[in-house]
């Protein structure tokens, strides 16, 4: 699937030395030499070697490491923060590391908007104003810039607070101001350095979900940077796994818990809570009967008495899930025309990429199977609930 | 064993370089000379033309708008002392050669404290010329001031700017270097340029600090002023210096708590005004 999109940004041989003599670490590295052993030799830090990696338009790329990694300077290095010792940063055929002063203030004015991990927000500025700081460095008239702060505010769920001060906010409300100001922008690659990092667990949590949210309507190609496995499993399309200054692993979360390519992305994923990731996908068995909302009861009733269901999925002529009918229903229904008005459309039903975990509490309400959708609320299939626990037994085992 | 190392002439080559600075800018001082003394009597005779209680009152007025009741009642009493005792016009003389030579201070030490912050070499060449100028006696510089000025209001104020300017230059390097770096990396990760850097985030940032060496400036201006008295910078050091030359101890008292009432007011004003 991912072969066919298109690359956004391709980072190739990129390499970061700190020190006054890059050459010489660089060719110690190249004799292969490793980090420390290149630090006692010539005094030089090897802070990124050899970096490849794409990154896809309208994904949600993760850069993961413990500190240390380089994932910080990896990201610096993109938009020049930090300028790199080595190698290429293509964006939309522009290779960023050859710009000099005046292209590389357009390019990060047109590319790059950027979060950072303690909000960065400008103190003597209203929420407002920070918000468009983007925009007004490029000259966009008050008006406009006004407008697009809003709007992006908006997006955050800050409304309302718009001419209040960084300072009154709480840590939460200030990161939302950090990612307003860079959406307001609308540069096309938005980068955030640890941006939830700071926040406390349930703030964190909320904001992550928000994020994926955002992601999926707006599909702005995102770089994220975190030092935190279940946060990079929780909203990463592709992860880059990173270990003192090298790429250890890149794939989807799904691929690196599965097939971790060496111990120490085994380790790191050994930590990791498997109900969180184990998905309603999953442990889905295909659906044995639906009915249409046109159906009569007695065709209804029929179709579970064939199947032995006490109960059954409703869809219309485009197997979008409307809703559930019990047999206990249909029977007293005696001579209605369809089943249309009898449908329970609070049926629970939830998306393949629900935890498993989510789907235990649902099962306490209802006694019927829970149905899986798909993002145009077509029926995919249901999860019982012997397959959730056979599921997370199973995932047991293995860790 | 006795060395016999000549005394090196250091006296004799300053003053070979005063002289050869008088000869040859003579034109340039002389000129400064007379638009700063314009100035000088344009701001003095203006406020010596309005009635003093009008004065106090406008005083009073910004006192009360910026620092609260307390301190608009000091400036009443205190201003009201200073009428009574007669010592009005000296204050006056005092308050303006105070605000020319601040704003000559201000107006070269701001720019002079961003190039500090901007350019590490600058910084280190500038640093140690403002402890030279702050830590010379400040009577020497009355000295170069006549014959480059003349004697009066302007040498004075010559001598006064060079004594007070270091800690508004300092202040100002100070406070922009404090910018955390963190705001200055997203600033750039915007795309923004040195200017725009400046204007919008390192300024504004510094200026609390930057008020804090104004206020400074202005606390040194007005000793300065006083000193400056011995070379005809006419006011309440002029009736100090006077009280000296005639052992009236009482006189040079009521000049000197003159000053300290001035000064209290200046540094109370500014430093409400940096809120």
């Known amino acids: ?399 | 064993m006795n060395f016999d190392v000549p005394r090196i002439p250091l006296g004799d080559w300053i003053e070979a370089g005063l002289d050869f600075f008088t000869d040859h800018f003579s034109g340039l001082t002389r000129g400064f000379s007379s638009f700063t003394r314009g100035g000088i009597s344009l701001l003095n005779d203006g406020l010596m033309w309005v009635n003093p209680w009008l004065i106090i009152l406008a005083v009073c007025l910004l006192c009360w708008r910026a620092g609260g009741v307390k301190l608009a009642v000091f400036a009443l009493l205190g201003l009201g002392l200073i009428l009574n005792l007669g010592l009005w016009d000296p204050m006056i003389q005092t308050l303006t050669l105070v605000l020319i030579a601040t704003l000559l201070a201000i107006v070269i030490a701001l720019p002079t404290g961003i190039l500090a912050a901007l350019s590490e070499r600058f910084y280190r060449i500038i640093m140690p010329v403002l402890d030279f100028m702050q830590t010379m006696p400040a009577f020497v510089y009355l000295i170069p001031a006549i014959p480059f000025f003349g004697i009066g209001a302007v040498a004075g104020i010559f001598a006064t700017v060079i004594f007070s300017m270091p800690p508004a230059i300092r202040f100002t390097a100070l406070g922009i270097r404090q910018v955390p770096g963190e705001l200055m990396e997203a600033a750039d990760a915007y795309g923004s340029t040195r200017s725009q850097k400046l204007f919008k985030l390192q300024l504004p940032l510094s200026l609390p600090t930057i008020m804090a060496g104004i206020n400074q400036t202005i606390m040194l201006a007005l000793s300065m002023v006083v000193i400056a008295a011995m070379i005809g910078a006419d006011g309440l050091g002029t009736e100090v210096w006077r009280a000296i030359q005639r052992l009236q101890p009482g006189a040079g008292f009521e000049a000197g708590i003159a000053v300290v009432i001035l000064a209290m007011l200046l540094d109370r004003l500014t430093q409400a005004l940096r809120r």
């Open chain 1, 1 to 399: 699937m991912s072969d066919e999109k298109a690359i956004k940004i391709r980072v190739k041989g990129l390499t970061k030395v700190f020190g006054d003599n890059p050459e010489k670490a660089i060719k110690l590295r190249d004799e292969g030499y490793g980090r420390t052993e290149i630090l006692k030799q010539s005094g030089q830090t090897l802070g990124l070697s050899n970096i490849d990696f794409d990154v896809y338009e309208g994904e949600l790329l993760v850069i993961m490491g413990l500190s240390g990694s380089g994932k910080s300077t990896l990201i610096r290095c993109l938009n020049r923060l930090i300028e790199p010792t080595e190698g290429d940063i293509v964006i939309d055929g522009e290779n960023i590391p050859t710009l000099d002063e005046k292209a590389l203030r357009e390019c990060r004015r047109r590319h790059f908007s950027m979060v950072f991990q303690h909000f960065a927000l400008f103190p003597h500025r209203s929420v407002r104003r920070n918000a468009e700081y983007g925009l007004e460095v490029r000259g966009v008239d008050s008006q406009e810039r006004h407008k697009k702060a809003d709007d992006a505010l908006k997006q955050v769920g800050l409304e309302g607070w718009e001419d209040a001060m960084p300072s009154q906010l709480s840590g939460g409300m200030q990161q939302r101001v950090g990612l307003a100001r860079a959406l307001a922008n609308d540069a096309s690659v938005l980068l955030m350095d640890e941006a939830f990092s700071a926040l406390d667990p349930l703030i964190k949590r909320e904001m992550q979900q928000e994020l994926i949210e955002l992601q999926e309507r707006t599909r702005k190609t995102t770089i994220f940077i975190t030092h935190d496995l279940d946060e990079a499993i929780n909203i990463a399309d592709r992860i880059v796994l990173l270990k003192d200054g090298e790429v250890v692993q890149i794939g989807t979360p799904e691929q690196i818990l599965t097939a971790p390519a060496d111990d120490y992305v085994a380790r790191f994923v050994e930590g990791v809570d498997m109900t969180r990731i184990l998905t309603a996908e999953a442990a889905m068995k295909p659906v044995r009967a639906t009915a249409r909302d046109d159906d009569g009861p007695r065709t209804a009733l029929y179709k579970m008495r064939e199947n032995s269901l006490e109960s059954i999925y409703v869809v219309d002529s485009e197997r979008r899930l409307l809703g559930i009918v019990t047999a206990e229903q249909l029977g007293k229904a005696e001579g209605v025309e369809s089943i249309r008005d009898l449908v329970d459309s609070d049926c629970p039903k939830v998306g393949p990429d629900e935890p498993l975990q989510a789907l235990f509490g649902m099962f306490e309400q209802r006694n019927y199977p829970i149905a899986v959708i798909d993002e145009q609320a077509r029926l995919k299939g249901v999860v019982v609930r012997g397959a959730v626990i056979e599921q997370l037994a199973r995932a047991g085992d293995k860790s």
